[in-house]
């Protein structure tokens, strides 16, 4: 057994179990990752993943949470700590979303996408997410919390549509990562800070208190 093998073997079940969920939701997407398959690549039973996780769906959120960009809690944390914060500006905080939510959707994509090939799987995803009060429309209701907060602040226009400005943003991402991953050379024409900082700009100035 090699170095590597070593380490995985010493870890604890579930963290190994996450690791393989993680490493094959990426390699061969959400709808042909099976939990017979995860718990073979983590080394141990189905039976002993089931102990940790009631299904496929809730190791998806784990891995979402655990070893994807933390976009979720990045917007959490804002709306706690950064709503008129005067150490930061709404444009700095909109520039560390949209970097964190490209990053989000580079990996999310490429995991999701199967699911729409099969419509009765993906509807039965969707109802599991659901109901753990999941869902891809989240990120989208906690960019719109947070400007609304900073709304109510006065750091952007009381005419604004904050919820209409969350879905530029996030859509925006999330078509960088749709786009690029499909094109010849795979590569953006900006880079991911110059993208964000262009972003963030751009749709503060349709936000921004007009004086």
């Given amino acids: ?8 073997a010493r870890k604890p079940a579930r963290v190994r179990i996450v690791d393989a969920a993680h490493e094959l939701m990426l390699s061969i997407g959400l709808a042909r990752t099976t939990t017979k398959a995860i718990a073979k690549a983590a080394g141990c039973s189905e039976a002993a993943l089931y102990k940790y996780f009631a299904n496929k769906e809730e190791l998806f959120v784990t891995v979402l ?9 990045l917007l959490e ?46 509807r039965r995803h969707d109802d599991v997410l659901r109901e753990m009060g999941m869902g891809p429309h989240k990120p989208i209701e906690g960019l719109d919390a947070y400007l609304r907060a900073e709304q109510k602040a006065g750091r952007i226009g009381a005419a604004a549509d904050t919820y209409a400005a969350a879905c530029l943003l996030l859509g925006a991402c999330a078509q960088r990562s749709f786009a690029y991953d499909m ?29």
Avoid: W
């Fill in 65 to 73: 949470q655990e070893r994807l960009p933390k976009l979720g809690s």
């Fill in 77 to 122: 944390r804002l709306l706690t700590e950064g709503v008129g914060n005067p150490g930061r500006t709404v444009e700095e905080n909109l520039t560390d979303i949209a970097r964190e939510a490209a990053l989000f959707y580079d990996q999310t994509f490429p995991i999701a996408a199967s699911l729409y090939a099969d419509p009765q799987l993906k």
């Fill in 183 to 211: 094109s010849p050379d795979r590569e953006p024409p900006q880079p991911l800070d110059e993208f964000a900082t262009g972003l963030a700009r751009t749709l503060l100035n349709g936000l921004a208190a007009r004086g």
């Fill in 1 to 8: 057994m090699d170095r590597t093998a070593q380490q995985s």
